[in-house]
């Protein structure tokens, strides 16, 4: 009995061969049958019979299962399968376009870049130091204003009215302090001096009553025991004068140092309440602490003004203040006075340029970062508070330092480290590790892992694998990287 694959093998052509050794045709390079071969192989398959070994030709047989009737084309596919095509020559690897630029040496300004925030030179929040209504005011929110400008007028009808009771009892103290001063004692010291002028005249009798008896004596008219007690007369006389005069003296001196103390006393405590209203009468009216703007304004004509509530916010913004958060490694090199540039998030076209006036003798615990005040002139107001941008400052000089254009190196995050895409002579790309320095205006200067001269690519890179081909698109011209001049 001849098999379906011997059939086919001696269908094709009349060449006896196994099917494994059919000849290879195509121009395409395939394994394949001739068409007639093919053709010629199909029509003999096994369909409902089988084949008959004399004749070759088929007769009814039972009808066999799926299984059965299945194998014979699965057999056929088989041949057709293995007579696939010849596999092509390898196709060539892709070609990347990239743009690229040259690594440059030159000497630069070491600068550092961090964020920062605008802020005023001088700010004020200004409250009432008294409780009291408002009757006016003075400017308003985005207004200019002078130093001692008045701001606020607060009711002070009831301040002018104690004023003038308290001034009426200063001129009160005054005067009985005057009084005192020129003489006007109490009873005592009246009585003191009737005394006196009573003793003095008892002396003075007593004295002639002496003289007269002294005179009869010496006359011996009379006898000595009438002298002597004329005599005694003369001398208790002129103790009770000189007692009476003490006495006056010790009242005078006592009663008018201890009423001009107190009429004193009363008269500063009269005056230092007067003082307390004038006060008072002048914190009715808020003044502006200095020049500036109003950025704030939280009250209105007829609101009640408390020392509690805030009623303006005034800012001095003829010199602003950058203030920048520089990472503590970076920190070091800067110095007082060092030039700064302030590139505002709302003006990316301008840069600031200032100087460092504040350093920061404190790093932040949490963010390790060093703050930095950079003052910049700001006379035309084009600087506004709380705006953000980017603060560049200027720490020192590079002398020959390779850079290469920003977008060139990928960095690690957080770190200055990185790699750059080198194209070699064969133009094939090649990682190389580098170590970069701060940006300088659209370039990062390379410290190490990089010469001058080398060619890197600056689009294209991302993702690339090392050993890729390259072809070059367009190359970036170091001219294109130079930082935009600065403006004031």
Known sequence: MISPHQKLTSAAGGKTRPAQYLECCGTAGALRLRRRDREEAVALLPRNGVFNTAMGTRKP????DLGHRLLPVFTAALLL???????EEEHEKAVVSVRTATATESNEQRTLQAPATVFPREQASLASRITAPI???GARKGDRVNRDQILVRLDNRDLLAQRKELAALVTDADATLEKMRTGTVPSDIERAKGQVLISQAALS?????YERRKQLFEQGALPNRDLLVSQTDLTTARANFEVAQRTLTLLEQRSSTRDIQIAESRLEQARGRLSVIDTQIAFSEVHSPFAGTITDQFVYAGDMAQPSTPMFTVADLDVAVARAQVPEPEAVGIQRGQRCALTPSD???SHFVG?????NQAVDPVRRTVEVWCEIPNGKGDLRAQVFGSLEITTGQLTKVVTVPTPAVQLEEGTRNGFVMVIGADRKAQKRPVETGA???GRLPVLKGLS?????????AYGMAEGTTVTLSQAVKPEATKPEAVQK
């Open 439 to 441: 940006p300088l205006a």
């Open 135 to 137: 009757l006016s005011l």
């Open 61 to 64: 047989a039972p009808r066999p």
């Open 452 to 460: 001058a001269g080398e060619v890197v690519i600056v689009e294209g």
């Open 355 to 359: 100087q460092i006036s504040v350093i």
């Open 81 to 87: 399968a293995a007579c696939g095509t010849k596999p």
């Open 205 to 209: 009798q007593a004295e002639k009553f």
């Open 347 to 349: 003006r990316t076209d």
